[in-house]
């Protein structure tokens, strides 16, 4: 049986799953609506970027709430967001009620991608904190294949409007999460934060603390002089290891290939219903090396992982982005060469990015911080995925230009993560706070 810190884990990560769901589902739809609202190359991109532009506002101000009302709560009323964004787009005819649903998704999509990593490192004991951490994008890549998954089979099925159940279906999930989350604690480090020791303290003995006294004095300890706001001198470090590691995971160009995948394969010439079953295999390579990595991101580290991910997915860009460029010839391996690149962005970013990010932060700043770098990484996926459909319209090469723009931009990532960032594998929260000389 699981142990009660996985299983409130597992509860928490299934916002990574309507997360990764919401995220890329629009695919499956985009260029039928693009002909349904006959939009252009800038309203397209605005389009299926519009559930992003919520998703920064969302990764933005999700700190407040949950610092003031509570991480379980928040996630409560997320929860909310989703139904009402699943149902939303699923029946509205209008392109501005659509949008306006979109961003509503977004908002919910980019408040999860900040609470529920930091909820999960908050309960999670530093012996299991990477893995734990890691079940949320576990959850994100298991939304995204199903995603993929929902939108052939509708595909196949040729229903009316297939379009709406793909968007739709996602209220089904989004219900189960809010039933669960009834049956999860309150974060005690939110609750110590608040001066309610008395609650803290038994949710941290079913959390496995022995020594309850060292845990609570070891919190209060870690915010007793750091309650100011987190812009200041202190936390430039946290502040710069989060914003460039969540600029670069999107600059590696992942939404660009998970929103426009069908139309990536058949800009290299695959038919249509290639073009939404190829996607399927990204789904499953992206989630099997998710795995491989949360077995993994506790034993050898974060930078290992980042490292490894970042010389691989040098590679597979190159390679992607010469498919694009002159004839045709090679267009065939485009699907091995996209499968190689999201195994290793899931084998390092995708896995590293939401454990580093929840983890670097000390306690009294810790939603300030990953909230900023929430926002940092939609911002950045907002910009891409915008441009990405005005540069390839109408350009039989169009895919070569981003493809190796995002090949340089993991070049240097990889020197960030070589000389620059910190390991912080082993360690707990307040540990890591005193390397970083924030103590």
Not at 159 to 168: F, K, Q, V
Not at 179 to 202: C, D, H, K, T
């Amino acid at each position: 049986m699981l142990s009660y810190p996985v299983r409130i884990a597992l509860i928490a990560a299934l916002g990574g799953f309507l997360f990764g769901f919401e995220t890329v589902v629009i695919s499956g739809a985009e260029q039928t609506l693009e002909k349904f609202w006959q939009l252009n190359g800038l309203t397209q991109g605005f389009t299926v970027a519009s559930s992003i532009f919520g998703t920064v506002f969302g990764a933005s101000f999700a700190g407040f709430p949950a610092r003031k009302y509570g991480r379980k709560k928040t996630l409560q009323v997320l929860s909310l967001f989703f139904i009402v964004a699943a149902l939303g787009c699923a029946l509205v005819s209008a392109w501005g009620g659509f949008i306006a649903f979109r961003i509503i998704g977004g908002l919910a999509v980019g408040a999860s991608s900040v609470i529920a990593p930091m909820y999960i490192s908050e309960i999670a004991p530093a012996r299991l904190r990477g893995r734990l951490t890691g079940s949320f994008q576990v959850s994100i890549v298991t939304g995204i294949m199903v995603a993929y998954l929902t939108n052939y089979l509708f595909t196949q099925l040729q229903l009316p409007d297939a379009w709406r159940w793909m968007l739709g279906v996602m209220v089904i999930p989004a219900v189960l999460f809010a039933v669960l989350l009834f049956g999860i604690p309150e974060s005690p480090r939110w609750l110590i934060l608040n001066n309610n020791i008395g609650a803290a303290r038994p949710i941290l003995a079913r959390l496995g603390e022995t020594d309850l006294s060292a845990a609570v004095n070891a919190i209060q300890d870690s915010v007793k002089e750091h309650r100011e706001s987190l812009f200041q001198r202190r936390y430039a470090k946290p502040i710069l290891y989060a914003m460039l590691l969540a600029m670069f995971n999107q600059l590696s160009g992942i939404n660009a290939i998970l929103y426009y995948a069908p139309r990536i394969f058949q800009m290299a010439g695959f038919d249509k219903s290639q073009s939404f079953s190829q996607p399927i295999y990204i789904g499953v390579a992206n989630l099997v090396f998710t795995l491989l990595a949360m077995t993994m991101i506790d034993k050898f580290g974060r930078k290992t992982l980042l490292i490894i991910g970042s010389l691989g997915m040098i590679l597979f860009l190159t390679l992607t982005a010469f498919t694009f460029k002159g004839s045709s010839t090679g267009n065939s391996n485009l699907l091995y060469y996209l499968i190689g690149f999201i195994a290793f962005f899931a084998f390092s970013q995708g896995a590293v990015i939401w454990v580093f990010i929840s983890e670097i932060f000390p306690n009294s700043v810790r939603s300030q911080g990953v909230s900023l770098g929430s926002t940092t990484h939609w911002v950045m996926a907002a910009i891409i995925t915008s441009i990405f459909p005005l540069l390839v319209e109408g350009k039989g090469d169009g895919g070569f230009i981003p493809f190796i723009f995002f090949a340089v931009m993991m070049v240097l990532q990889l020197i960030f993560v070589w000389r620059v960032m910190p390991e912080t594998r082993g360690r707990t929260l307040e540990e890591i706070q005193k390397d970083l000389g924030i103590s």
